[in-house]
């Protein structure tokens, strides 16, 4: 944990015991550093998690260390859908308990999100513990307790378990597909509105604010920021920090419990577009692309109203000096084009009666407030998309 030393810090002001934060190696060859722990812990039988794509990455490798030393366990494999994806829905989450060995003393799950979300409820419901092998630094759930899930056709986060070690390979993980490394920096992206609607909440609902855990968050983004050019050419450094920046959000969300210093307008956006292709028996869309596009929607959308008195009230000034610190739309659109993600919602599939429907309704999707909230409650008339095609309220 030396990379992680401000989660120290916050650990200790929160009152939080530190040793119950995993373990975390993110470094070149980290998979070599999997066996040794789990001998150290005393784990005998071990279930792997993985989908096709994964198991090749990386599951097999880990799957025949595992037996050369003895230790015994079982792999299931997550069986995709028509559209040859795997969702964390209720067909995988029956398919790991089924298929998970009584004997099994803790889970490993070897992908990204989806692989991640399905083996942490499952863990959570079995009361074992499991081990975090990221495959692609492609979002910031890996050491977070919250499990985004399909249940019956629709996206809810269930609060489950984070994991006891985290085990991030640079050499796996910077050979994963350029989209996927984008989705990463699109959701540290993020971070860029989801503070500032952390500080509205607080502002306007007086829900809790955490200066020090906002200023990890904030660095973590200017640190992949300054470096955007590293990851994009899938440099050990670049993939390491941004690794980092990922996980570091994901111990933020962890200590406080709730998601806000990564979550806001961006994501709700994200989400209602999300439920829209699950409605349609759609593609899905990374969550790192969606939200890195969102975020330069919302971000518009911001600073267009940013000096209107009747949207902020008596917060105006605030929020609006705030607003004024963001980054460009435009600027934010380059650095995702430089690292290969999407930079519209038409390049994933998403068109513009869907933004301009999310951007007048997606704020119900949680009871949170956000900009968003505030402007959609302020308005005297729809909100338009391009958000540019918008005139004074």
């Known amino acids: 944990m030396k990379d992680f030393k401000a989660i120290d810090q916050l650990a200790k002001e929160l009152h939080e015991d530190r040793s119950q934060l995993p373990y975390i190696e993110v470094r070149k060859g ?16 071990i279930t792997i998690i993985v989908d096709d794509n ?30 040859d994806q795997v969702l964390a829905d209720e067909d995988a989450i029956v398919q790991v308990l089924v298929e998970t060995s009584q004997q099994s003393n803790a889970l490993i799950a070897v992908g990204t999100g989806t692989i991640h979300d399905i083996t942490r409820f499952c863990s959570h419901k079995m009361n ?15 050491t977070s307790k919250g499990a985004p899930l399909i249940l019956r056709g629709f996206k809810q986060t269930i609060q489950t378990a984070s994991p006891i070690a985290v085990f991030a390979d640079i050499d796996i993980i910077k050979k994963a597909p350029r989209e996927m490394t984008a989705a990463g920096f699109g959701d ?11 500080k509205i909440s607080h502002w306007i609902n007086d829900e809790p604010y955490n200066g020090r855990a906002a200023d990890l968050t904030r660095n973590s983004l200017q ?17 390491r920090l941004l690794m980092n920046a990922l996980i570091e959000s994901g111990l933020v969300m962890l200590l406080l419990n709730f998601s806000r210093s990564a979550s806001g307008g961006e994501h709700h956006l994200s989400h209602y577009w999300e439920m829209d292709l699950l409605k349609r028996n759609a593609p899905q869309v990374l969550h790192g692309a969606k939200v890195g596009v969102a975020t ?12 209107d008195l009747d949207v902020f009230g008596a917060n105006t000034g605030q ?6 610190h963001l980054y460009k739309p435009d600027q934010m659109t380059q650095w ?30 949680r009871d949170r407030y956000t900009g968003l909230y505030l402007i959609n409650q302020a308005k005297s008339k729809e909100i338009l998309y391009p958000v540019s095609k918008n005139i004074e309220l």
Do not use: M
Request: glycine residues 6%; aromatic residues 8%; hydrophobic residues 40%.
């Open 296 to 307: 330069a929607i919302i971000t518009e959308l911001y600073q267009s109203y940013a000096n």
């Open 128 to 142: 074992i513990p499991f081990l975090s092998v990221p495959t692609a630094a492609s979002v910031d759930g890996y």
């Open 54 to 83: 994964t198991w090749e990455a990386a599951g097999e490798r880990i799957f025949h260390e595992l037996e050369k030393h003895q230790i015994g366990g079982e792999v299931v494999l997550i069986k995709s859908n028509e559209h």
């Open 223 to 239: 640190l992949c920021i300054d470096h955007v050019e590293e990851i994009a050419q899938a440099d050990d450094e670049g993939i």
């Open 188 to 198: 540290i992206l993020a971070k860029n509105t989801s503070l500032l609607d952390w």
């Open 336 to 365: 995702l084009q430089l690292v290969g993600g999407a930079t519209t919602p038409y390049e994933l599939g998403i068109d513009d009666d869907l933004v301009q429907k999310s951007l007048n309704e997606a704020f119900r999707l």
């Open 319 to 324: 929020i609006a000096e705030e607003i004024h």
């Open 30 to 45: 980290a998979l070599q550093a999997i066996t040794p722990y789990i001998r150290e812990q005393g784990f005998r039988h």
